[in-house]
């Protein structure tokens, strides 16, 4: 139901006036700031609903969908007035391969003294389609190297005696308990195992299913999307962007199989877990088998735009500084249509022969905002002291790949961009007296967002939810790994309207709509929370903007010591 307004600004904006006039919120150091503008909700309906239709077919990387959705935020672009600095009307075209599997598929084979074992694909052992060549193939021997993770500074090295070159590791998902939760991740990402194991000479890599995985994403599930196409963006020289030469894709192996792994090993894979359950950090040793890995794919190259439109700064000495503003444009495709799988339970008025995943929330509302908040700018009748460049990247859902590659091949100089904010899947579900910053705990960004918030008579709540690592899984993580500080919101947990748990909300939306088909633009959107979020989104960029000095990483913070050297 639309809400009326009052006065020319809606009944949430009159609510926040209120509640700032009741002194929820001091806003004396504030003093000297541009007002915030209010925020259009039915252009944000608009762009909402053009962008999560039928008829853009869940706007999977490359389809037609996706490249329909492009062209309706360049041409949003060239109505606001933004400029186009890529050479190509607003678009960055993105070379990608696509990769499914060809004839053979994958297999995996382990060799003992007593014989050869032969594990089947989608019953033991679960891969996708490799990007970096058609038909690879590695046989090696096996070293278990625990969690594969080689971090000094919390005294973890996996790697300690063990001698990997030539051989195919096998190591354990995740990471030990004792390390905090970000950085963790960080080391316990597929890209990083990789990486770790690549230097250390090892030509492949077995990754093996655990209980602790089993239960936050049982290996049944993993199996739904095995005959999903793998994506990367390709360099000039024809090299998936984040392939490792030399390095064999890798598989992960579910339990059963790979305690056969373990059979003659110095530890059997059961005491291996039980050490994890108590907190120990497994010790890695050599096991008695070699395995063979071989796998088949066919190829297409693919392209799939970012959109890129310029607010230019006015400032002498800060327009050639840049504050990148995102969000993705992409999502998952149709269900069964090769890509995207998902259930249907909890559909809300949705048929079950409906199987586009419309991806309202996720992350056409994003792609709103965004707009919104550039609209907001363009007619604010005060440009930014910096440049903002607005980009709706593409393959988010496909690994961060479109954001990967505008921060490894900006249209700017790399080192004139100075901060990232990153929108994704808002969950605007209502209005909120909160809000949540990923990454705010990193870098200046965090106060920023903060003071922003309090100007709208909201504050920053904490992560709620730490344990989902959320700060190294959206598209500004692609800019932390080039050293620039970033922060990504979603609305808060706190419901203006008591009788609304927004946690209940936030829970039930996951559970029943997210990646599903029943995430389309229908009454879960509420708008007057697109307001909001779109003015503590402008707020916060503003301050980016215009600010004398631009966002630096906190002191002695593990991302920027990592990535930056700051």
């Given at each position: 139901m639309r809400i009326k307004t009052l006065a020319g600004r809606t009944f949430a904006a009159a609510i926040l006036a209120m509640l700032i006039g009741a002194g929820i919120s001091s806003c004396s150091n504030l003093r000297g700031l541009l007002p915030i503008p209010t925020a259009d909700i039915q252009k944000m309906r608009a762009d909402v609903d053009y962008l999560?239709?039928?008829?853009?077919?869940?706007?999977?990387?490359?389809?037609?969908?996706?490249?329909?959705?492009?062209?309706?935020?360049?041409?949003?672009?060239?109505?606001?007035?933004l400029q186009s600095i890529t050479g190509s009307d607003y678009y960055q075209p993105v070379p990608f391969r696509e990769a499914r599997w060809g004839e053979h598929r994958a297999t995996l084979m382990l060799h003992g003294r007593?014989?050869?074992?032969?594990?089947?694909?989608?019953?033991?052992?679960?891969?996708?389609?490799?990007?970096?060549?058609?038909?690879?193939?590695?046989?090696?021997?096996?070293?278990?190297?625990?969690?594969?993770?080689?971090?000094?500074?919390?005294?973890?090295?996996?790697?300690?005696?063990?001698?990997?070159?030539?051989?195919?590791?096998?190591?354990?998902?995740?990471?030990?308990?004792?390390?905090?939760?970000?950085?963790?991740?960080?080391?316990?990402?597929?890209?990083?195992?990789?990486?770790?194991?690549?230097?250390?000479?090892?030509?492949?890599?077995?990754?093996?299913?655990?209980?602790?995985?089993?239960?936050?994403?049982?290996?049944?599930?993993?199996?739904e999307h095995?005959?999903?196409?793998?994506?990367?963006?390709?360099?000039a020289d024809d090299i998936p962007g984040n392939a490792i030469p030399g390095m064999h894709p890798g598989v992960v192996l579910d339990i059963p199989a790979a305690k056969q792994l373990f059979m003659g090993a110095p530890r059997s894979l059961d005491t291996v877990f039980t050490e994890m359950e108590n907190g120990v950090i497994p010790k890695g040793f050599s096991l008695p088998y070699s395995a063979t890995l071989t796998s088949s794919a066919e190829h297409r190259k693919i392209i799939s735009p970012n959109v890129v439109g310029l607010l230019p700064g006015t400032d002498p000495k800060l327009k050639d500084e840049y504050v990148i503003f995102s969000a993705h444009l992409d999502h998952?495709?149709?269900?069964?249509?090769?890509?995207?799988?998902?259930?249907?339970?909890?559909?809300?008025?949705?048929?079950?022969?409906?199987?586009?995943?419309?991806?309202?929330?996720?992350n056409a509302a994003g792609i709103a905002v965004m707009l919104e908040v550039a609209r907001l700018f363009a007619e604010s009748g005060h440009a930014p002291r910096r440049s903002i460049l607005f980009v709706a990247v593409t393959?988010?859902?496909?690994?961060?790949?479109?954001?990967?590659?505008?921060?490894?091949h900006p249209p700017v100089p790399p080192k004139a961009i100075v901060a990232n904010i990153n929108l994704d899947m808002p969950m605007l579900l209502y209005p909120f007296r909160d809000v949540i910053a990923f990454g705010a705990e990193h870098s200046s960004l965090g106060k920023t967002a903060a003071r922003a918030a309090e100007r709208l008579g909201l504050k920053l709540s904490p992560d709620p939810m730490p344990e989902?690592?959320?700060?190294?899984?959206?598209?500004?993580?692609?800019?932390?790994?080039?050293?620039?500080?970033?922060?990504?919101?979603?609305?808060?947990?706190?419901?203006?309207?008591?009788?609304?748990?927004?946690?209940?909300?936030?829970?039930?939306?996951?559970?029943?709509?997210?990646h599903q088909p029943s995430d389309e633009a229908d009454q879960q959107i509420n708008y007057i929370a697109?307001?909001?979020?779109?003015?503590?989104?402008?707020?916060?960029?503003?301050?980016?903007?215009?600010?004398?000095?631009?966002?630096?990483?906190?002191?002695?913070?593990?991302?920027?010591?990592?990535?930056?050297?700051?």
């Open positions: 999560s239709a039928d008829a853009l077919a869940g706007r999977q990387t490359g389809s037609e969908g996706y490249r329909q959705a492009a062209d309706y935020v360049a041409t949003r672009f060239a109505a606001l007035g007593d014989g050869d074992i032969t594990f089947e694909l989608g019953e033991d052992f679960h891969a996708s389609p490799p990007t970096i060549g058609e038909d690879t193939a590695t046989s090696a021997g096996l070293v278990f190297v625990g969690y594969g993770i080689e971090a000094p500074e919390y005294g973890i090295d996996d790697y300690a005696g063990l001698d990997v070159q030539g051989k195919i590791v096998v190591l354990l998902d995740g990471r030990p308990a004792k390390m905090p939760n970000e950085v963790g991740a960080h080391y316990a990402s597929g890209r990083s195992k990789r990486e770790t194991a690549a230097r250390h000479g090892a030509v492949g890599y077995i990754s093996l299913n655990t209980p602790a995985r089993e239960a936050r994403r049982p290996f049944a599930r993993s199996v095995i005959n999903d196409p793998s994506f990367d963006w390709l360099r998952i495709g149709v269900t069964g249509g090769g890509h995207a799988i998902a259930s249907q339970e909890g559909q809300h008025d949705k048929t079950s022969s409906d199987q586009i995943n419309n991806g309202a929330q996720d393959a988010e859902e496909e690994g961060l790949l479109g954001s990967d590659y505008f921060a490894q989902q690592v959320i700060f190294v899984r959206s598209d500004h993580y692609s800019f932390v790994r080039q050293g620039v500080p970033a922060i990504y919101l979603i609305t808060g947990r706190e419901a203006i309207d008591p009788n609304i748990d927004g946690t209940q909300a936030q829970v039930e939306f996951l559970r029943t709509r997210y697109a307001e909001q979020f779109a003015e503590v989104n402008y707020a916060i960029a503003r301050e980016v903007a215009d600010g004398d000095n631009k966002p630096r990483w906190n002191r002695g913070d593990f991302f920027g010591e990592l990535y930056s050297g700051d």
